[in-house]
């Protein structure tokens, strides 16, 4: 595959759909629904014209534009894995300062 090839497959591949999702109508609301794109490409090759490349793309869902009588408002995704990964550092964190306080009391 040549460069410009993977760079037109890139190009393709990172349109307003990725960012922006078809809207939805539902009780007088529409919602359109908007996510975080992040993307890589690279590729190389030789003077015999051996080579390679490709692209990566990491899409997460950022949250949702909702317009309801001429009004858009925005409401964030939760990304609960995120949620628990904060939950469990802050555990960690407070379980070494208990330990330290409690040796530090033991003395």
């Known amino acids: ?8 497959g890139t ?6 759909k990725r960012v922006y999702g078809d809207a939805i109508e539902r009780d007088g609301a529409t919602f359109v629904p908007v ?6 490409a690279g590729g190389g090759g030789d003077e ?3 080579g390679g490349g490709g692209f990566g793309l990491m ?9 309801r009588d001429g009004d858009a408002t925005w409401k964030p995704a939760i990304d609960l894995n995120r949620v628990i ?6 555990a960690v964190v407070a379980l070494l300062v208990l330990r330290s306080i409690l040796k ?3 003395r």
């Open 11 to 16: 190009y393709d591949a990172l349109t307003v």
């Open 59 to 67: 899409v997460d869902p950022a949250g949702m534009f909702v317009v």
């Open 85 to 90: 990964l904060g939950g469990q550092i802050v």
């Open 104 to 106: 530090s009391r033991a």
């Open 35 to 40: 996510a975080n794109v992040r993307g890589g």
């Open 1 to 8: 595959m040549k460069v410009d090839e993977m760079l037109k």
């Open 48 to 50: 015999a014209g051996n």
